[in-house]
């Protein structure tokens, strides 16, 4: 009975070659600072990617199960620690000693940067963001000027962030596809994706939850949301 099952077990781990494998990278941002981040790797090359922008005082392991999804849906997710975060170096601070957030976008260029030099695994022109909270203001300020960001998608994002404001730079981003969601239990949020709904003349798609709190909180608290930010990069990068 023993070798029987022994065998079973052999058979179920072996059933899954296909899974999405993840593991750590590096990164170096244009000012010097050295950032950790974790690429998950999707299991047919070429394949679009997205990159994944965390909430402030937390980590790149906020988006571990969802990368794996996206992931063994076909699309490379590539999760940062923003400087001075999670296993990141700490930027240089702003001329009032604090963390100068306006430099969060070179964070993101740094991702960028790692992932268009990999032509073998991912494909030209088929780069998307999302961020949470922080990471969504961050993601609409860097694509409104990266041609290479092909579709962006926001958890929670604000009108006005400590300065990062996303109006005018998603009216920047265009006619790409953007979607913003927010939960109703989240009322700066709400306003501000009702308000950024409008910006651009591209493509953009509202989701309003029920009770869900901010950010990537939503992900464990909407069963559905996952499978909407997985069918939105689908649509929009493959």
């Not at 750590?24 to 679009?48: H, I, K, N, W």
């Not at 509202?206 to 930010?229: C, K, Q």
């Amino acid at each position: 009975m023993r070798c029987l099952w022994a065998g079973v077990a052999l058979v179920l781990f072996a059933a899954s070659p296909d899974a999405a494998v993840s593991r750590p990278v590096t990164l170096r941002s244009e000012d010097g600072v050295a950032l950790a981040a974790t690429f998950y790797e999707a299991s047919r090359q070429p394949a679009p990617a997205v990159i994944l922008l965390h909430m402030q005082t937390r980590s790149r392991e906020d988006w571990m199960a969802f990368a794996h999804r996206l992931a063994d849906s076909g699309i490379h997710a590539l999760a940062i620690d923003f400087r001075g975060h999670g296993g990141s170096a700490p930027g240089p601070a702003g001329d009032d000693g604090q963390p100068n957030l306006s430099r969060l976008v070179l964070d993101v260029q740094a991702a960028r940067v790692y992932l268009t030099g990999r032509p073998e695994a991912v494909r030209s022109g088929a780069i998307g963001l999302l961020g949470a909270s922080i990471g969504a203001n961050v993601a609409v300020l860097q694509a409104a000027g990266d041609a290479s960001i092909r579709s962006l998608a926001l958890l929670s994002p604000g009108l006005d962030y400590r300065s990062l404001r996303t109006e005018a730079a998603l009216r920047k981003f265009g006619a790409r596809p953007a979607l913003l969601v927010a939960a109703n239990d989240d009322p700066y949020a709400l306003r501000s994706v009702r308000e950024l709904a409008k910006a651009g003349d591209g493509l953009r798609e509202v989701r309003l939850l029920g009770p869900a709190g901010h950010g990537t909180v939503m992900l464990s608290r909407d069963a559905d949301l996952e499978r909407t930010l997985v069918d939105w990069f689908q649509r929009t990068l493959l």
